[in-house]
């Protein structure tokens, strides 16, 4: 897949284009690198998570993510190549059913707070809608595999339910929306 860096500095980019994995040169705000640069910032995002404390299972899951992730901002960064498949996507709602099956029915809008690696999640789960986002502006212009926006929206709704998971671990409650009074 693609060509790999031996020297971290190539002074290529320096002129604002950035290369693809099929060795092709776009602009550094190009739709596609916008893309993966977002899928990459998500990583990190996730990472910030995986360095609190978590309840049992979670860190296995999140790394797991992050490897798909990897993989995903491979496929963008290479035309035509694809990864994702569609038991990524199921793999993630598995997940996804599993922890929201020990969660009470949510009534209210909660807040993006809480402890840490609460806050960490929601900031993770804003940063996957964009990629989101990203990806489907990429998809007006180029042909893109459909299981990877599945995978994000999934991801995006995971990382929800994962906070309100956190929550409940680190203060045992959830933030909610008090709405101003009319």
């Not at 996730?46 to 609190?52: D, K, Q, S, V």
């Not at 994702?84 to 809008?109: C, H, R, S």
């Not at 804003?126 to 990629?131: D, E, F, L, Q, S």
């Not at 180029?142 to 309100?164: C, G, K, P, Q, T």
Request: with cysteine; hydrophobic share 35%.
């Amino acid at each position: 897949m693609g060509h790999r860096l031996s020297k971290i500095y190539t002074r290529t980019g320096d002129k604002g284009t950035t290369g693809l994995g099929d060795g092709s040169r776009v602009e550094k705000d190009h739709h596609r690198v916008e893309a993966f640069g977002t899928v990459d910032e998500l990583n990190s995002a996730i990472g910030l998570i995986r360095a609190e404390p978590l309840p049992e299972g979670m860190d296995p899951q999140l790394s797991e993510i992050q490897h798909r992730l990897f993989d995903l901002g491979g496929e963008l960064s290479l035309p035509g190549y694809t990864i994702i498949e569609a038991g990524d996507v199921t793999t993630l709602e598995q997940w996804l059913d599993g922890y929201n099956d020990t969660l009470p029915m949510l009534k209210e809008f909660i807040l993006p707070a809480g402890g840490r690696a609460t806050a960490h999640c929601h900031l993770a789960r804003t940063i996957c809608r964009r990629a989101e986002r990203r990806v489907y502006t990429l998809s007006k212009s180029e042909v893109i595999n459909l299981h990877s926006l599945a995978y994000l929206n999934r991801l995006s709704d995971l990382l929800f339910v994962i906070a309100r998971v956190l929550a409940r671990n680190e203060n045992g409650t959830e933030v909610l929306w008090q709405p101003k009074e009319r």
